[in-house]
């Protein structure tokens, strides 16, 4: 068996807290639609029970994800860097569009938020997917 290190550790919580928060959001936006036709309090509620295994997820990914640039400093430089540099910009919208979209009480902002925080949670995927090369 191969050996165990902080990198693989740091890498699996990574990885498993983006299966969360990415994956969550995909299963819960094929969802909803069956939830609306139980009412709109079931669709809350899943909402509410969603966003307390997502957001203690996003803190993860915060946390691991500076532990991640700490552990790679030599590789920061360039192309890397400017990946890096926006993939962090795309991870802060995904959480500010998700905070948005948590709060927001018309249809419309809880698609447009709904919509760019999935759009940016993939996004955000893509480019850690790229980084890791």
């Known amino acids: 068996m191969l050996a165990v290190s902080w990198d693989t550790v740091r890498m699996f919580l990574h990885i498993l807290a983006a299966t969360v928060w990415v994956g969550g959001q995909l299963t819960l936006a ?4 069956a939830l609306r036709g139980l009412g709109a309090q079931v669709t809350r509620a899943a909402a509410r029970r969603f966003n ?25 430089t360039g192309s890397y860097r400017t990946t890096l540099i926006i993939k962090l910009v795309v991870v802060a919208a995904s959480g500010i569009t998700a905070f948005l979209h948590a709060r927001a009480r018309h249809a419309a902002s809880l698609a447009v938020f ?14 850690g997917t790229l980084l890791a090369g």
């Open 30 to 33: 094929a969802l909803v639609p």
């Open 52 to 76: 307390q295994v997502a957001w203690p997820a996003f803190a993860v990914l915060v946390a691991t994800g500076a532990w991640n640039i700490a552990a790679e400093q030599d590789k920061i």
């Open 114 to 127: 709904g919509a760019l925080t999935g759009l940016t949670a993939l996004g955000a995927l893509f480019l």
